[in-house]
C-alpha cells in the first residue's frame, strides 16, 4: 500500500504546483515533496540521501525561493496558456519513460543484475579487509571509486565558483543593499504579507529583539553541526559521509544568517573565508592522493600512508571525507550568500 501511496502523493504534489496561482503555497508544496522524497528514500534503505534530500530540497531550497520571493510578488498574475507543442512532447516522453519501466525488475528480486553480478559480491567480501570501513557504501566511494568522488568534489567546487562569478558581479549595482546589507525579504512588515496588525501582532515587528527566536537558535546549531560532524566522521560505521555531512553544516550556517542577520554571520564566517574553503575541500582530497605518491604508491592508494594498511587507509578515507564535507559546505554556503546578494567585498 505504501509503495502506492507515497509516488501517488509525488503526482499530486506536482500537479499542484502547476495549478496553483499563490507562489508561497507553491514554495511550501515543494518542500512538502522533497520531505515525502526523504521518507522515500529511507524506505529505500537509502539514508545517506534522504539527509542529502532533506537538508537540500526541503531546507536550503525553501530558504532560497523565500528569498526570491521577497524580491516578486507573491501570487502569479501572468495569463496561464497551453503550449500544445510542448505538452505533446512532454507527454511523450513521459510515456517512453513509463513504458521503459514495465521491463524493470522488482526492487526486491534476489535475482537481479545488481545482486548477481561479480562486482557485488567482491566489494562485500574485501571492502572490510581492504579500507577498514564497515560501511561498504563508503568503501566503494572513497576507496575502490577514488577517482569518482574526487572529480564529483571538484565538480561541486567548480559549481560554486561559477555561482559567484555569475552573481557577484549583479551585487555591485547600486540599490541591490541597504546599509546594513539586509535583502527586502527583511524588510517584510505584516501588512505587506497580507497580515492585518492587531494587538498580539503589532504593524512593527522587530526581528532583532524577538529574544526567543535568538535563543532557541543558539540551542539547536552546535547540536546542528555536532551532527555533521558526526555524519562526516562517522560515514563508515552508518549512513553518511562528507557529502550528507557537509550539508549539515552548511544548512547550520544558513540558519544563522537568517535569524541574527548578514553582517552578524559574517562576523562567524566571513564571504572570503568561505571562497576559500570551497578550495580547500578539493586541496584536500587531491593532496592526499599527491602525498600517497611521494610516499611509493599509486594516486590515492591510502595504505601507503601509515605502517599499518588498513589503519592508513581508516585515515586516508576519513582525511577525503573530511575534504569533501568542506567543500560542500562551502558551496552550500556560497548558494545563499550570492542568491541574497551579501556583500562580497569584506
Request: proline letters at 4%.
Amino acid at each position: 500500500m505504501t509503495d502506492l501511496a507515497i509516488p501517488l502523493f509525488l503526482v499530486v504534489c506536482g500537479i499542484a504546483v502547476l495549478l496553483v496561482k499563490d507562489l508561497m503555497s507553491s514554495i511550501m508544496i515543494f518542500s512538502v515533496y522533497s520531505l515525502m522524497m526523504a521518507i522515500e528514500w529511507c524506505r529505500l534503505n537509502a539514508v545517506d540521501v534522504a539527509i542529502t534530500e532533506a537538508a537540500v530540497g526541503a531546507g536550503i531550497s525553501t530558504v532560497l525561493f523565500l528569498v526570491i520571493l521577497g524580491r516578486t510578488k507573491s501570487v502569479d498574475e501572468g495569463k496561464k496558456h497551453i503550449n500544445l507543442p510542448a505538452l505533446l512532447i512532454t507527454v511523450a516522453v513521459a510515456a517512453v519513460l513509463l513504458y521503459g519501466t514495465i521491463d524493470l525488475p522488482h526492487l526486491r528480486d534476489a535475482s537481479i543484475a545488481p545482486n548477481t553480478h561479480v562486482v557485488t559480491p567482491y566489494y562485500l567480501e574485501n571492502s572490510y579487509e581492504q579500507t577498514g570501513q564497515i560501511n561498504v557504501v563508503a568503501a566503494i566511494l572513497a576507496y575502490f571509486r577514488g577517482f569518482d568522488t574526487l572529480f564529483e568534489t571538484t565538480v561541486v567546487a567548480t559549481a560554486g565558483f561559477s555561482l559567484i562569478m555569475l552573481l557577484r558581479a549583479g551585487n555591485k549595482k547600486p540599490g541591490a543593499l541597504d546599509k546594513t546589507g539586509v535583502t527586502a525579504i527583511y524588510k517584510k512588515t505584516p501588512a505587506s504579507i497580507g497580515v492585518k496588525p492587531t494587538a498580539t501582532f503589532p504593524a512593527v515587528l522587530d526581528q532583532d529583539k524577538d529574544i526567543v527566536k535568538r535563543t532557541v537558535t543558539k540551542f539547536l546549531i552546535p547540536f546542528i553541526q555536532l551532527f555533521g560532524l558526526y555524519v562526516i566522521v562517522h560515514g563508515e560505521l552508518g549512513p553518511g559521509g562528507g557529502f550528507q555531512g557537509g550539508v549539515v553544516l552548511g544548512v547550520s550556517i544558513i540558519i544563522y544568517s537568517l535569524v541574527f542577520g548578514f553582517e552578524e554571520a559574517k562576523q562567524r564566517l566571513s564571504v572570503r573565508t568561505k571562497d576559500l574553503l570551497v578550495s580547500t575541500g578539493v586541496l584536500v582530497y587531491g593532496g592526499i592522493g599527491v602525498i600517497a605518491l611521494f610516499l611509493g604508491g599509486n594516486y590515492l592508494q591510502y595504505s601507503v600512508l601509515l605502517p599499518d594498511p588498513q589503519f592508513a587507509s581508516i585515515v586516508g578515507i576519513m582525511g577525503v571525507e573530511i575534504g569533501v564535507g568542506i567543500t560542500v559546505a562551502a558551496v552550500m554556503i556560497t548558494l545563499f550568500y550570492e542568491t541574497v546578494r551579501i556583500d562580497a567585498n569584506d
